[in-house]
């Protein structure tokens, strides 16, 4: 079952198969669950790799239909979560809405699960309560449905977290025993999810030193999985816990981190909202203009959902700095666009918020009468809410308008007014746990009853206000002692798990020291066959190097061979620091080089020099070395020339480094071994290429012009048949004038010689018709027989034209061609090519037919069909066969591996098959049947129409049998041939 995120190990696991296997019904599934697993991880590449994935299963026939359904269902909801994170939202909707379809119609309850938690998550970005609820609902039963325990766990704790927030006690009823059961899933996913929940209550309960505790276990589990927007939004409330605990510092810190982890991703949103809550703290520190660069940033990136609550609460924000910094017009432009769309967006906690900004900015601006209108709506919406908190910030504002507020007669008393607001929202903060009033609240209220000359209440409230001042402090200084010691608490356990992290890392260490040996052994046992199977001198020089370098510290590089017709050693391979150097050449009675003695003594020699010393044997314009290995290269008692590996690095080879440097030398001199073998027979295999070149040439030219004889034999007949017709109009119209010269010619007369001449004239253009269709035929394919190259062809219409120029060899014997295929099957091959193998096996049947050994002599007509067949790939197979009689024992059926070799028979040259037996392969003729007979033909000719059909036109030609028995030949072609393909060489004939 698909994991919901997954695990490391899963993640590794499939970026390896995919590696290995892309194409295949495997390949598709590791697709599938690698974009899924990437969603969060790397957002473009699951969007690439979903796509690309989608690519490749709609040109997959042969997947299952309700697999086929459940990953194009799987990769549209993999998209949409890219799209939600890439704040494309129209898009992500409409996916999801595909993807929940796609499951539905084959009752995939993991598939419907998934979608219901998506659905719920962008109800969240909404800010759509009702129908987060309702979505999470029917993803518990989804989940419950598929017996999928990890899954409902985390959509359990997720929605144990949102009723924390709405009310944090009922929630602690209704699920801590139920997520904290002993026999739990331990998945990572509901770990970080219970953890979340878990912080929640913590925090609700103001312990925020526990909250941090549980959202840094949330951190680490959700990073594990790749679940970044938990992550990254977790570490922004912690942030927001340090704050609260008056540790702006740490505060600072944790938002910090979460802000260059949402750079990477690249979400807008979460880059946006980690940069609002950076700049909130910002402010609390005081520092307004950074807040207000933090502010503008987070609004570019949130520009793209100005529609969204995450942008209206960062308005809020934003409007809250300016009243701080006594902007109060722009905090009143902010806080108005706010409110219009949280009404529109149907938020009434964040209205509340904005109106109440509202009031305050208006009364900031001196204008108290309107202020009051906003903030009377406000306190009537908390109070329609039971948002207590709000009710007393609400009270505080409207209090402050009051005092600005001169009498009228809709206040006549404004002062007693805000005094009985504050009061009010006193006897609030009274009744809500864990509340301090605070001192200002008090403070305000103690000079305003001394303003009306109530001294003893004034003094009373001064009273609390200093009781609340003192406790206030007490609590901060209590909160930053429990940061300080979380902070150490922190250090500490990060120090032992790094500590622990070095201890397995050194026992890994001594285990990778352990295997070192024979890791070793094995990759020099795989280059040596890499570097072994190159022909190539340059090619294995090269190798070496590559090779050589991976292993060890070889800045400086030399490979020289002997030339024994100079008896000089040529330095063919000089390399240092990665570049090339000439080659030179060295007498090999040079008396100072050391390249010259190891290869003369047929010696290894170490040399190591200590620095700023140099010898007689260094090459002017190469760094000098201090560590210098020069061994020959040899095979058995021969040696080629010399290798030799040199570092700057004292003491630069130990017994390690000198058994690869022996090992690889080794190979080196059996690949260049190899190499100059393979050079010596290069001239053979030219010559033999250019045969078989001359040769396929002299096979077109024959072919073309056993075409033209047989188009020639055709044209004859009817071009005769004209000619007489023509003769007998005009012997007609002689007939007709000497008549008329005698006197009138009677009607019925003149009638019967219009008639003779209008069916004349009607066969002359009916026999002139078909002589022009067959020309027309002839011209395309022999316009295409003088050339090779591509282009777009009907396969049937121009196998039709070009079995039309061959079927008057056939037509003497008493055969036919029957060609069967669809229309408007159409491919990018050589059409000149093509005919050519088509012809060439149609003229040896046809000579055979007319030699009378088609096995069944005066039995009547025979047939040769042709099938044309489109495969899945695009391209099509061509199927010939004909309909003769067919014995038991068949040479060909016993060879059929060898019936593409060079100079191959089933037959002495001089030998006949009796009829019945299978044609002659390597004479080019068809397979089996009733032209099956003596061989005509030479035995090159099969393997040219092999070469020629896997070579330009690059397809496969293959020997197959009909259900009847019958050997055939099967030609496959590609959809298309590159545009060079008549220049590349045919493939070798598979055994």
């Given at each position: 079952?698909?994991?919901p995120?997954g695990?490391?190990?899963?993640?590794?696991?499939?970026?390896?198969?995919?590696?290995?296997?892309?194409?295949?019904?495997?390949?598709?599934?590791?697709?599938?669950?690698?974009?899924?697993?990437?969603?969060?991880?790397?957002?473009?590449?699951?969007?690439?790799?979903?796509a690309?994935?989608?690519?490749?299963?709609?040109?997959?026939?042969?997947?299952?239909?309700?697999?086929?359904?459940?990953?194009?269902?799987?990769?549209?909801?993999?998209?949409?979560?890219?799209?939600?994170?890439?704040?494309?939202?129209?898009?992500?909707?409409?996916?999801?809405?595909?993807?929940?379809?796609?499951?539905?119609?084959?009752?995939?309850?993991?598939?419907?699960?998934?979608?219901?938690t998506?659905?719920?998550?962008?109800?969240?970005?909404?800010?759509?309560?009702?129908?987060?609820?309702?979505?999470?609902a029917?993803a518990?039963?989804?989940?419950?449905?598929?017996?999928?325990?990890?899954?409902l766990?985390?959509?359990?704790?997720?929605?144990a977290?949102?009723?924390?927030?709405?009310?944090?006690?009922?929630?602690?009823?209704?699920?801590?025993?139920?997520?904290?059961?002993p026999?739990?899933?331990?998945?990572?996913?509901?770990l970080?999810?219970?953890?979340?929940?878990?912080?929640?209550?913590?925090?609700?309960?103001?312990?925020?030193?526990?909250?941090?505790?549980?959202?840094?276990?949330?951190?680490?589990?959700?990073?594990?999985?790749?679940?970044?927007?938990?992550?990254?939004?977790?570490?922004?409330?912690?942030?927001?816990?340090?704050?609260n605990?008056?540790?702006?510092?740490?505060a600072?810190e944790?938002?910090?981190?979460?802000?260059?982890?949402?750079?990477?991703?690249?979400?807008?949103?979460?880059?946006?909202?980690?940069?609002g809550?950076?700049a909130?703290?910002?402010?609390?520190?005081?520092?307004?203009?950074?807040?207000?660069t933090?502010?503008?940033?987070?609004?570019?990136?949130?520009?793209?959902?100005?529609?969204?609550?995450?942008?209206?609460?960062?308005?809020?924000?934003?409007?809250?700095?300016h009243?701080?910094?006594g902007?109060?017009?722009?905090?009143?432009?902010?806080?108005?666009?706010a409110?219009?769309?949280?009404?529109?967006?149907?938020?009434?906690?964040?209205?509340?918020?904005?109106?109440r900004?509202?009031?305050?900015?208006?009364?900031?601006?001196?204008?108290?009468?309107?202020?009051?209108?906003?903030?009377?709506?406000?306190?009537?919406?908390?109070?329609?809410?039971?948002?207590?908190?709000?009710?007393?910030?609400?009270?505080?504002?409207?209090?402050?308008?009051?005092?600005?507020l001169?009498?009228?007669?809709?206040?006549?008393?404004?002062?007693?007014?805000?005094t009985?607001?504050?009061?009010?929202?006193?006897?609030?903060?009274?009744?809500?746990?864990?509340?301090?009033v605070?001192?200002?609240?008090?403070?305000?209220?103690?000079?305003?009853?001394?303003?009306r000359?109530?001294?003893?209440?004034a003094?009373?409230?001064?009273?609390?206000?200093?009781?609340?001042?003192?406790?206030?402090?007490?609590?901060?200084?209590?909160?930053?002692?429990?940061?300080?010691?979380?902070?150490?608490?922190?250090?500490?356990?990060?120090?032992?798990?790094?500590?622990?992290k070095?201890?397995?890392?050194?026992?890994?260490?001594?285990?990778?020291?352990?295997?070192e040996?024979?890791?070793?052994?094995?990759?020099?046992?795989?280059?040596?066959?890499?570097?072994?199977?190159?022909?190539?001198t340059e090619?294995?020089?090269?190798?070496l190097h590559?090779?050589?370098?991976?292993?060890?510290?070889?800045?400086?590089?030399l490979?020289?061979?002997?030339?024994?017709?100079?008896?000089?050693?040529?330095?063919?391979?000089?390399?240092?620091?990665?570049?090339?150097?000439?080659?030179?050449?060295l007498?090999?009675?040079?008396?100072?080089?050391?390249?010259?003695?190891?290869?003369?003594?047929?010696r290894?020699?170490?040399l190591k020099?200590?620095?700023?010393?140099?010898?007689?044997?260094?090459?002017?314009?190469?760094?000098?070395?201090?560590?210098?290995?020069?061994?020959?290269?040899?095979v058995g008692?021969?040696?080629?020339?010399?290798?030799?590996?040199?570092?700057?690095?004292?003491?630069?080879?130990?017994?390690?480094?000198?058994?690869?440097?022996?090992?690889?030398?080794?190979?080196?001199?059996?690949?260049?071994?190899?190499?100059?073998?393979y050079?010596?027979?290069?001239?053979?295999?030219?010559?033999?290429?250019?045969?078989?070149?001359?040769?396929?040439?002299?096979?077109?030219?024959?072919?073309?012009?056993?075409?033209?004889?047989?188009?020639?034999?055709?044209?004859?007949?009817?071009?005769?048949?004209?000619?007489?017709?023509?003769?007998?109009?005009?012997?007609?119209?002689?007939?007709?004038r000497?008549?008329?010269?005698?006197?009138?010619?009677?009607?019925?007369?003149?009638?019967?010689?219009?008639?003779?001449?209008?069916e004349?004239?009607?066969?002359?253009?009916?026999?002139?018709?078909?002589?022009?269709?067959?020309?027309?035929?002839?011209?395309?394919?022999?316009?295409?027989?003088?050339?090779?190259?591509?282009?777009?062809i009907?396969?049937?219409?121009?196998?039709?034209?070009?079995?039309?120029?061959a079927?008057?060899?056939?037509r003497?014997?008493?055969?036919?061609?029957?060609?069967?295929?669809?229309?408007?099957?159409?491919i990018?091959?050589?059409?000149?090519?093509?005919?050519?193998?088509?012809?060439?096996?149609?003229?040896?049947?046809?000579?055979?037919?007319?030699?009378g050994?088609?096995?069944?002599?005066?039995?009547?007509?025979?047939?040769?069909?042709?099938?044309?067949?489109?495969?899945?790939?695009?391209?099509a197979?061509?199927t010939?066969?004909?309909?003769?009689?067919?014995?038991?024992?068949?040479?060909?059926?016993?060879?059929?591996?060898?019936?593409?070799?060079?100079?191959?028979?089933?037959?002495?040259?001089?030998?006949?098959?009796?009829?019945?037996?299978?044609?002659?392969?390597?004479?080019?003729?068809?397979?089996?049947?009733?032209?099956?007979?003596?061989?005509?033909?030479?035995?090159?000719?099969l393997?040219i129409?092999?070469?020629?059909?896997?070579?330009?036109?690059?397809?496969?030609?293959?020997?197959?049998?009909?259900?009847?028995?019958?050997?055939?030949?099967?030609?496959?072609?590609?959809?298309?041939?590159?545009?060079?393909?008549?220049?590349?060489?045919p493939?070798?004939?598979?055994?």
């Amino acid at each position: 079952m698909l994991d919901p995120f997954g695990l490391p190990d899963q993640v590794s696991h499939l970026e390896a198969r995919l590696r290995q296997e892309q194409s295949g019904l495997e390949g598709l599934r590791a697709g599938v669950a690698l974009s899924w697993y990437l969603r969060q991880r790397d957002t473009r590449r699951a969007l690439a790799l979903a796509a690309e994935t989608q690519h490749r299963l709609a040109l997959s026939p042969d997947v299952p239909p309700i697999e086929r359904l459940r990953m194009t269902s799987r990769l549209c909801l993999t998209t949409a979560e890219t799209y939600r994170l890439l704040a494309r939202l129209e898009d992500a909707e409409t996916a999801v809405r595909e993807a929940r379809d796609g499951f539905a119609a084959i009752s995939d309850p993991t598939g419907q699960g998934d979608t219901e938690t998506f659905m719920a998550d962008l109800c969240t970005f909404k800010g759509d309560r009702i129908g987060q609820d309702h979505h999470l609902a029917r993803a518990q039963g989804f989940f419950r449905a598929a017996r999928d325990p990890v899954r409902l766990r985390c959509v359990e704790a997720w929605t144990a977290r949102l009723e924390t927030y709405a009310n944090a006690a009922q929630a602690y009823q209704r699920w801590w025993n139920h997520l904290h059961r002993p026999d739990d899933v331990r998945h990572p996913a509901v770990l970080a999810q219970i953890a979340n929940f878990e912080g929640g209550q913590c925090f609700q309960r103001s312990d925020f030193v526990g909250a941090i505790r549980h959202w840094q276990r949330v951190v680490e589990a959700a990073t594990e999985i790749g679940q970044l927007w938990l992550a990254v939004n977790t570490m922004n409330v912690i942030g927001a816990a340090f704050a609260n605990l008056h540790d702006y510092a740490s505060a600072i810190e944790w938002k910090e981190k979460a802000h260059a982890v949402a750079l990477d991703t690249g979400w807008p949103e979460l880059m946006g909202s980690t940069l609002g809550s950076l700049a909130e703290t910002t402010v609390a520190l005081g520092q307004h203009d950074r807040a207000r660069t933090l502010f503008d940033r987070a609004l570019d990136y949130l520009e793209p959902l100005s529609r969204s609550r995450r942008y209206v609460i960062t308005g809020i924000a934003l409007g809250n700095l300016h009243l701080a910094c006594g902007r109060h017009q722009e905090a009143l432009d902010w806080f108005e666009t706010a409110r219009d769309t949280a009404v529109k967006l149907g938020h009434p906690d964040v209205e509340l918020n904005a109106v109440r900004g509202t009031a305050e900015a208006l009364a900031r601006l001196d204008r108290p009468a309107e202020a009051l209108v906003p903030a009377r709506t406000a306190l009537d919406r908390a109070r329609q809410n039971d948002n207590r908190y709000q009710e007393i910030a609400v009270l505080r504002v409207t209090a402050d308008i009051l005092r600005r507020l001169p009498p009228g007669p809709a206040v006549p008393d404004p002062a007693r007014q805000a005094t009985e607001h504050l009061e009010r929202a006193i006897a609030i903060g009274e009744t809500l746990e864990g509340y301090t009033v605070p001192a200002e609240v008090l403070a305000e209220l103690s000079a305003d009853h001394e303003r009306r000359g109530d001294l003893d209440r004034a003094l009373h409230y001064e009273r609390r206000a200093r009781q609340s001042f003192q406790a206030v402090y007490n609590q901060e200084t209590n909160d930053r002692l429990l940061a300080a010691q979380l902070r150490f608490e922190t250090q500490r356990a990060r120090e032992e798990a790094e500590h622990l992290k070095a201890l397995a890392q050194a026992e890994t260490a001594r285990a990778a020291m352990l295997d070192e040996a024979n890791t070793t052994l094995e990759l020099l046992g795989r280059i040596g066959q890499a570097i072994t199977a190159s022909l190539d001198t340059e090619a294995v020089f090269e190798a070496l190097h590559r090779h050589m370098n991976e292993l060890l510290h070889a800045p400086a590089m030399l490979i020289g061979l002997i030339d024994p017709e100079s008896r000089r050693l040529e330095m063919r391979f000089r390399i240092e620091d990665g570049r090339r150097l000439p080659p030179s050449t060295l007498a090999l009675d040079d008396p100072i080089s050391y390249s010259v003695l190891s290869v003369r003594e047929n010696r290894e020699i170490l040399l190591k020099r200590g620095r700023g010393i140099e010898e007689a044997s260094h090459i002017p314009g190469t760094r000098a070395m201090l560590t210098m290995l020069f061994r020959p290269l040899a095979v058995g008692d021969r040696v080629m020339g010399v290798l030799s590996v040199q570092s700057d690095r004292p003491e630069a080879y130990g017994p390690r480094e000198l058994q690869i440097i022996r090992t690889l030398g080794a190979y080196g001199a059996i690949a260049l071994a190899n190499a100059e073998a393979y050079r010596s027979l290069d001239a053979v295999v030219a010559d033999l290429r250019d045969a078989r070149g001359r040769l396929m040439q002299q096979e077109r030219l024959a072919s073309l012009g056993q075409l033209v004889a047989g188009m020639a034999r055709e044209v004859a007949t009817p071009v005769g048949t004209v000619a007489g017709l023509a003769g007998f109009v005009a012997a007609e119209v002689g007939r007709l004038r000497n008549r008329a010269g005698a006197g009138p010619v009677p009607r019925p007369v003149l009638r019967e010689f219009l008639d003779t001449v209008e069916e004349s004239s009607r066969m002359m253009a009916a026999t002139a018709r078909r002589v022009i269709g067959l020309l027309d035929a002839f011209h395309t394919v022999a316009a295409d027989r003088g050339s090779d190259g591509a282009r777009e062809i009907d396969l049937t219409d121009y196998l039709r034209e070009v079995l039309a120029t061959a079927e008057p060899l056939l037509r003497p014997a008493g055969a036919e061609i029957r060609l069967a295929g669809p229309e408007g099957l159409r491919i990018t091959t050589c059409p000149g090519l093509l005919a050519q193998a088509v012809a060439s096996l149609v003229q040896n049947a046809a000579g055979r037919a007319l030699s009378g050994t088609d096995g069944l002599p005066g039995s009547g007509s025979q047939v040769l069909s042709v099938t044309v067949t489109p495969t899945p790939d695009g391209g099509a197979s061509i199927t010939m066969a004909d309909d003769g009689a067919v014995t038991d024992e068949d040479p060909v059926r016993e060879n059929r591996a060898r019936a593409f070799d060079p100079l191959f028979s089933t037959l002495a040259p001089e030998a006949t098959v009796p009829g019945g037996a299978a044609s002659v392969l390597a004479s080019g003729a068809l397979a089996s049947g009733a032209l099956n007979g003596e061989i005509t033909g030479g035995l090159l000719d099969l393997q040219i129409v092999h070469a020629v059909v896997t070579g330009p036109l690059q397809g496969q030609m293959e020997l197959g049998e009909t259900g009847c028995g019958r050997l055939c030949v099967i030609l496959r072609l590609p959809p298309a041939v590159s545009a060079s393909a008549a220049l590349r060489p045919p493939r070798r004939p598979a055994a």
